[in-house]
T-cell receptor, first 112, second 110 residues
Framework: KAGVTQTPRYLIKTRGQQVTLSCSPISGHRSVSWYQQTPGQGLQFLFEYFSETQRNKGNFPGRFSGRQFSNSRSEMNVSTLELGDSALYLC???????????FGNGTRLTVT | DAKTTQPNSMESNEEEPVHLPCNHSTISGTDYIHWYRQLPSQGPEYVIHGLTSNVNNRMASLAIAEDRKSSTLILHRATLRDAAVYYCILLNNAGNMLTFGGGTRLMVKP
């Protein structure tokens, strides 16, 4: 079974731009969640989608948004990029709430 | 959100057992205790999870305190490949909203 796939692997953007990251979950997994990882803050939860509905949201500004499609693939968007948005963005999928998370290898975003 | 507390780092000798502790004193009855580990340049990898009873799998064992306010991940024989950052997290069964602690960096000495 293919694992969680995140694209692109690396991304460089400039301040003020916007970016869209993509996540393809494991086949059959309907829950997709997103996380931001930085050296200073560690792993922080962004949001979680299940069957195209956002079920939970972390404490991030409205510049961070996401969506999930009918095939469970998910995208997250960050608008008006700031230098502090430079991070590794991780996506994870799971069968249902409480079941093990399967993470992708992330998209490393650098904002200059 | 329920939080977890872990030591920042631990050291172990190769082929010796390792006990990684985690405190989660504000855990709720519906929170599952999950452990993941992360190698450099990779996403976290699932290790084990449990609710109330101790659990064993091919990678590790999970010992859960009777009051569920703490747990211990046990690696029975540490290898160099086990060197990673280990995260103890609580997953709510109402949705995958969760809180990561800072994790424990495990160093394994040959």
């Amino acid at each position: 079974k293919a694992g969680v796939t995140q694209t692109p692997r690396y991304l460089i953007k400039t301040r003020g731009q916007q970016v869209t990251l993509s996540c393809s979950p494991i086949s059959g997994h309907r829950s997709v969640s997103w996380y931001q990882q930085t050296p200073g803050q560690g792993l922080q939860f962004l949001f979680e989608y299940f069957s195209e509905t956002q079920r939970n949201k972390g404490n991030f500004p409205g510049r961070f948004s996401g969506r999930q499609f009918s095939n469970s693939r998910s995208e997250m968007n960050v608008s008006t990029l700031e230098l502090g948005d430079s991070a590794l963005y991780l996506c994870a999928s799971s069968l249902r709430a409480g079941s093990p998370l399967h993470f992708g290898n992330g998209t490393r975003l650098t904002v200059t | 959100d329920a939080k977890t507390t872990q030591p920042n780092s631990m050291e172990s000798n190769e082929e010796e057992p390792v006990h990684l502790p985690c405190n989660h004193s504000t855990i709720s009855g519906t929170d599952y205790i999950h452990w993941y580990r992360q190698l450099p340049s990779q996403g976290p990898e699932y290790v084990i999870h449990g609710l109330t009873s101790n659990v064993n799998n091919r990678m590790a064992s999970l010992a859960i305190a009777e009051d569920r306010k703490s747990s211990t991940l046990i690696l029975h024989r540490a290898t160099l490949r086990d060197a990673a950052v280990y995260y103890c997290i609580l997953l709510n069964n109402a949705g995958n909203m969760l809180t990561f602690g800072g994790g424990t960096r495990l160093m394994v000495k040959p």
